[in-house]
Nanobody, 117 residues
Framework: QVQLVESGGGLVQAGGSLRLSCAAS????????MGWYRQAPGKQRELVAG???????NYADSVKGRFTISRDNAKNTVYLQMNSLKPDDTAVYYC???????????WGQGTQVTVSS
């Protein structure tokens, strides 16, 4: 089992920045990939950014150039640096971790990000 705990959400004005953190614990040696998803009211959960063990990253087109995913292996933590935030970025942000071989997916509890215009 893997446990994920997010932090860093909040209220920010458009154009501002926030950094989300996701601390992983448990059977972290089994994780192949981690990422951030978000879900706005009335919308489906969508991938924002992902990072795999090789360090390769991918981003949703809507956040490219504004958001950066990174990780600190010593702290078992993944970060999402969000710059130039827009009201459309308002959502609950969820951290996830995948054990690709086992077909397992884990989720954090979510953290609210609200961007005011």
């Amino acid at each position: 089992q893997v446990q994920l705990v997010e932090s860093g959400g909040g209220l920010v004005q458009a154009g501002g920045s926030l950094r989300l953190s996701c601390a992983a614990s448990g059977s972290i040696f089994s994780i192949n990939a981690m990422g951030w998803y978000r879900q706005a009211p009335g919308k489906q959960r969508e991938l924002v950014a992902g990072i795999i063990n090789s360090g390769r990253t991918n981003y949703a087109d809507s956040v490219k150039g504004r958001f950066t995913i990174s990780r600190d292996n010593a702290k078992n933590t993944v970060y999402l640096q969000m710059n130039s935030l827009k009201p459309d970025d308002t959502a609950v942000y969820y951290c996830n971790a995948d054990e690709v071989g086992a077909g397992k997916r884990y989720w954090g509890q979510g953290t609210q990000v609200t961007v005011s215009s």
